[in-house]
């Protein structure tokens, strides 16, 4: 049997209806949506980092961590414990995530101009190919 809604829509795009719920700015959603990403790939920055310590990771981690701050209004990221990494070693994976990652990262800092986050991802993109690479034995 068929009971008419009684309450008003919440999808109501009438002209002229005010909404309850809060709108977002295109500016806004991108910033959230860089800062998603970003944390993401600190994440799996710091699980590299528990892996096999290095100083670039060290420096890219913080650089990331400003940047999430920063398109956060000032809230700093969770942070992953380096020793609560996973035990078993696969730091080809996760450079292959973070390599993804940073990519979506790099496409949002792009459509928004933000050209810090636009390099920051771009070099991080170019370190974990790097990772990825076999290495080329010099035996001349």
Same mark, same amino acid.
């Given at each position: 049997?068929?009971?008419? %809604?009684?309450?008003?829509?919440?999808?109501?795009? $009438? =002209? #002229?209806?005010?909404? +309850?719920?809060? /709108?977002?700015?295109? @500016?806004? &959603?991108? !910033? %959230?949506?860089?800062?998603? /990403?970003?944390?993401?790939?600190?994440?799996?920055?710091? @699980?590299?980092?528990?892996?096999?310590? $290095?100083?670039?990771? !060290?420096?890219?981690?913080?650089?990331?961590? @400003?940047?999430?701050?920063?398109?956060?209004? #000032?809230?700093?990221?969770?942070?992953?414990?380096?020793? $609560?990494? /996973?035990? &078993?070693?696969?730091?080809? $994976?996760? /450079? *292959? *995530?973070?390599?993804?990652?940073?990519?979506?990262?790099?496409?949002? =800092?792009?459509?928004?101009? +933000?050209?810090?986050?636009?390099?920051?991802?771009?070099?991080?993109? +170019?370190?974990?190919?790097?990772?990825?690479?076999?290495?080329?034995?010099? =035996?001349?």
């Amino acid at each position: 049997m068929y009971e008419a %809604i009684r309450s008003k829509s919440v999808h109501s795009t $009438a =002209a #002229g209806t005010t909404s +309850d719920f809060p /709108h977002r700015s295109r @500016e806004e &959603e991108l !910033d %959230i949506q860089l800062a998603g /990403h970003l944390a993401a790939l600190l994440a799996v920055t710091d @699980e590299l980092r528990a892996l096999a310590p $290095a100083a670039d990771l !060290d420096a890219a981690a913080e650089r990331l961590a @400003e940047q999430v701050t920063r398109l956060r209004a #000032g809230r700093a990221p969770v942070r992953v414990p380096v020793t $609560a990494a /996973h035990p &078993e070693p696969h730091p080809a $994976a996760l /450079h *292959r *995530r973070a390599h993804t990652l940073a990519g979506r990262a790099l496409v949002v =800092a792009a459509s928004r101009a +933000d050209t810090a986050a636009a390099i920051l991802t771009a070099e991080r993109m +170019d370190a974990h190919t790097a990772a990825l690479e076999p290495r080329e034995l010099a =035996a001349h």
